[in-house]
Structure formats: C-alpha cells, structure tokens
C-alpha cells in the first residue's frame, strides 16, 4: 500500500521566483499525468461487476472495495497537504493515525456507483486544490510522518504512484505492462534507489532493453544482470511481479528468473 504518509510543513514565502517556476512547471507536467492516470482509472474500474467490490485484491487482506476507497481517501488526504503547503499551516495529512485505516474500512462495502462517484469527486477536490498553489508554494517543505521532508511540488507524482500501483492491486484487467512509458521511466531509477542500500542484497545491475536505461542496487559478493522492458524491471522492484519476463545472468550465465533476491515492501 504505497500511501504517502505526511504531514503539511511551512510554505515558502519569498522563494527564488527561478526555482518557484521550475517547481510549478514539474508540478503542472505532472498533474497532466494524474488527469490521464485518473482517466484510466475511471475507465477501468468503469468495467467493473457491481459484485467486484466484496472481490479480493491483490493486497492481502484487502478486497477491491477496500482499494477502491483507498485511492479516493488519498486524494483527500493530499488536499490537506496541499492545502498545507498553500497556506503554510501545519495540516496534517490524516486526522489522526487510526483514521487512515477507519475510513478505508468504512468505505470499502459501499455499492460500486459509490465508490466510483467518489473517486472522481475526489480526484476533482484534488485538481482543485493544486490548481489554488502560486508557485512558490510548490517549492514549499512537505515533512513525511517518518521525518524526512520533501517539496510539494512532489505531491502530484505521489498522487500518480497511487493510482497506477493501487491499479494493478485492484486484481482486475490493469496490469504494470499498461503503465504509462513515462511513469515506469521515472520509477525505475527511484526505486532502484530505494533499494540501493537494502542489506543482503546481491549486487544488481538492471538494463532496461527498451529505454537504454540502468541502475544499480545492492552491494552483496554475489552479482546479477537483470534484462527487460522498463515496465517489467519497475513491476518487479515495486512488487507487482515476480520478474516473469526478465533476463537474469550470472557470470554470462542465463539463469531462470527465480534467481532474483526477494526485495523488501516498496515504502
């Protein structure tokens, strides 16, 4: 569950008007990719059976309408964020550390044209709200439940990661091989570093055969090149495959794709 848990840090009054453009120009490129994004969520889940909801997902745990109310409960949540990062004003993204969780269990039974009225409702409070930003609030410091901060003008590619991940997780038709080129590009190298550290790793390098991308991670004796489309190396590293359809070797050595290491849950 890929959820970003944050909580609103200080806008940023005076910012160098050069990089508040810079952040608002990352940030209107990627609200473009949420509005597709949420098109095709909207679209696929459109094709859903009124009985899908009560379905499993691919989270354990978790049935469709438990992902469903997810994705829109996010939404909703980065609007305080924004709203935060406008404002200055320390709004956390959640009410309280047990709302997250009660609110996806109170949503997740609603009927099918509920939750999917609710996920473009909230998908058109969060387009609203980011459209409220002057530009140097882009630049503005968002601090992550764990401590780290991060700018907001991050927050729409955080909105897009939940979509396209929780997707997938529906268990429907939605597969990473539909993910757009574009977001399966950018996450590539974030989640290779991600995982850069990660103890009792083999020391990997990852070709993508179709953008000509490579990353590392992992710094263990033993060594493996990993092969494949930049969708299948960006599914596998974020857990949505088991690496069927990448090319493992050792030592020039092809090895089936069970030779990849077991990679800790994407954060």
Known sequence: MTDSHADSGSAAPGADPAAARTAAGIAAARLRAVEESTATLLRETGGLTPTAVAEPSALPGW???????????????????????RTGQDIPQYASPTARDEDIELGAPRPLAEQLADLAASHER????????????????????????????????????????????????????????GFAEGELPRLAEQFEKTEGLPTLTLAATDTGQRAALGDGPEQLTVQGPVRTLAAWLSGRSDGTGLHVHRDGTELDHTALPQLPPMG
Request: net charge negative; no cysteine; hydrophobic share 40%.
């Open 63 to 85: 049935t469709k309408g438990h992902v469903l109310t997810h994705i829109a409960r996010n939404a909703d949540s980065l609007v305080n964020l924004l709203n935060g990062a």
């Open 126 to 181: 969060f387009m609203a709200a980011a459209a409220q930003l002057p530009d140097e609030a882009w630049t503005a410091q968002i601090r992550h439940r764990s401590g780290y901060l991060f700018p907001a003008y991050e927050l729409p590619l955080k909105r897009q990661m939940e979509i396209e991940y929780h997707l997938v997780d529906l268990g429907a038709d939605y597969t990473p091989g539909q993910w757009p080129t």
